[in-house]
T-cell receptor, first 115, second 112 residues
Framework: SAVISQKPSRDICQRGTSLTIQCQVD?????MFWYRQQPGQSLTLIAT?????????ESGFVIDKFPISRPNLTFSTLTVSNMSPEDSSIYLC????????????FGPGTRLTVL | AQTVTQSQPEMSVQEAETVTLSCTYD???????LFWYKQPPSRQMILVIR??????QNATENRFSVNFQKAAKSFSLKISDSQLGDAAMYFC?????????FGTGTRLKVLA
């Protein structure tokens, strides 16, 4: 299984600002994903981070609000832009490999609080 | 569209006893995977067990086993000899291609 780290682990931000979350994997992976977990809720997929091309966003999520970069097969960033208190959530990245068993491994998450 | 339903928001079990967490799903796909993940207060998502839909045999991992009923679209998790460390949120997840669809979760409390 892959070892995944996320930075920062938590942050408290003011409304109207932006935060970039980093996800680093210890091996090359095909698929990287970003999820949001609102307080007391389940995980919702924000987007699939594609290496070398634009991310694929799920319904309800847009690039202007959640720009994603994936410069190589081991690293991705998610930016939460123009934040409001409703963006307070845990943001998790996960990784998987195309084909095979479809298993995803998750990072430790970033707890974001917006005041 | 695929859906995953966990109808038990919270469950309790005595230490050393057995508990079963329920999960049902809806799909028109014939080939897919099902997973149970555990999320303790540390918020790290930990894979507990997985099941490939084409396999009739129920998956087992030590004290964890599933009851997979494909026709009924049911995928329950049985935890035997429950331990205090099993206390967590448990999420059922479906994957048809590569995207996951998660259920709403069941909070498991283990009573000493």
């Amino acid at each position: 299984s892959a070892v995944i780290s996320q930075k920062p682990s938590r942050d408290i931000c003011q409304r109207g600002t932006s935060l970039t979350i980093q996800c680093q994997v210890d091996s090359q992976v095909t698929m990287m994903f970003w999820y949001r977990q609102q307080p007391g809720q389940s995980l919702t997929l924000i987007a699939t981070a594609n290496q070398g091309s634009e991310a694929t966003y799920e319904s309800g999520f847009v690039i202007d609000k959640f720009p994603i970069s994936r410069p190589n097969l081991t690293f991705s960033t998610l930016t939460v832009s123009n934040m409001s208190p409703e963006d307070s959530s845990i943001y998790l990245c996960s990784v998987g490999n195309a084909g095979g068993i479809n298993e995803q491994f998750f990072g430790p998450g970033t707890r974001l609080t917006v005041l | 569209a695929q859906t995953v339903t966990q109808s038990q928001p919270e469950m309790s079990v005595q230490e050393a006893e057995t508990v079963t967490l329920s999960c049902t799903y809806d799909t028109s796909e014939s080939d897919y995977y099902l997973f149970w993940y555990k999320q303790p207060p540390s918020r790290q998502m930990i894979l507990v067990i997985r099941q490939e839909a084409y396999k009739q045999q129920n998956a087992t991992e030590n004290r964890f086993s599933v009851n997979f009923q494909k026709a009924a679209k049911s995928f329950s998790l049985k935890i035997s000899d429950s331990q205090l460390g099993d206390a967590a949120m448990y999420f059922c997840a479906y994957s048809g291609t590569y995207k996951y669809i998660f259920g709403t979760g069941t909070r498991l409390k283990v009573l000493a």
